[in-house]
């Protein structure tokens, strides 16, 4: 397997970081194309629960290369707070490798991200407020600061002169308001308001962030490296190379839901871009979908329950963001969604998280069609928003099962409902079910064939 792309099939949260984990056992690097820290993984080994926003998953083996590539954006501050974290812990940094042409999140980044969405009000995206969206949006204006920026000083200091001046009038806005807001609400007694409008925001004052950013610079210096070479090497002999997305198919930014995505895309053909290698490098793509739905933010989303059922899979399978704290909304498995993504990223197989958690339930349901407003039938994944939004879906009923599968190893030890919704599913969107994960523990997984 020397080129594995493994990627979010539903709307994010399926469990990547597990499956990224225990499929890294068998690779010798393991690379992030896209995203930031937005995303969020746990992995409990030995009992030990490990979070990480940007660091790939692999970094629990010491002898795996673990890379953050070109197409991540970083916020340094983050970063070295989970490398420092991880360190405390006895994990050894050294293989990390972070690629010099990365984009970096400024602190402007995420004010602007916030006002973004403070100015939307109902119509809010909810991002995850991290700065995503607007270090993406000045990497295609071609006003980005780089991780090999950080290494100059003067290069750093103009850059992010350049780059702050289009900020400074909306955040200048933004911040006038909060501060208009916390004056009468008693916070700021005694301030004018010329006061107001001319006093600086100390995160975004250009010296400051220059000194702080050269920091930064110096204590990430020993993992800056030219990883898309390193790639190249490891695949040229012949080695594993996973490619590990973060979020998921229906968050992409040109594919998924928009304009409730994300703004990078997460699908697999990303990786080449992100990882800086060719198309003919991959040889497999994974997909990882929980056995239901679930999606944080807002959006459409069809299969959505918010009954007794979807409660079950809140409560069961601890749907709260590891990045937010936010509660997931729940639904069904939508396999037309499900098929779709499948198509997308011509995923070779499937591994489906959290069975465990549908165990209790009587009937589960899986959606096989929509119905539009108008009462037509949709097979496949609407390209429309609207009529999206309007889909019902149409459910196939399977029946449940009432074990509890967490000590399930094998394929024959699930209840035959388990084995049944299992291979309905494998047989709906064409592709093989390789891994069903039946717990947050690592060994709790149950291979399917080699
Ligand atoms: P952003 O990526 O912070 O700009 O947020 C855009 C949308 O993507 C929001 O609906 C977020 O909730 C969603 N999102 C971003 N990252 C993740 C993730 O890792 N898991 C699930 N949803 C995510």
Redesign the pocket.
Known sequence: MPGLVIV?AQ???EGKGKVTDLLAERADAIVRFQ??N???HTIVRDGEEFKFHLIPSGILYPDKACVIGNGVVLDPRILLGEIEGLRRRGVDMNNLKISANAHLIMPYHVLL?TAGEVKLGKLS?????????PCYADKALRLGIRVQDLLDEKILRAKIRTALEPKQQALRELSVQRRKLRKEAGEGGGVSEAEIEDAPDPRIDLHTMTEEHVNFGHRLEPHIADTSRLCWDVLDAGKTVIFEG???TL?DLDHGTYP?????NPIAGAATVGAGVGPTDIDEVWGVAKAYA??????PFPTELEDATGRHMLEKGHEY????G?E?RCGWMDLVALSYAVRLNRMTSLAITKLDVLSGLDTLRVAVRYRSREGALLDTFPYHQSILHSATPEYEELPGFSADLQACRSADELPPEARRYLDYIAEFVGVPIRLVGVGPGRDQVVWIGD
């Open positions: 979010g709307w994010g949260d995203g930031g937005n995303a969020g991200d995206l909810g991002t995850t407020r991290r700065g995503i969206g973060a979020q998921a968050l409730f995505v994300t703004s990078s679930t999606r944080v933010g807002a959006g963001g590891t990045t937010t936010r997931r």
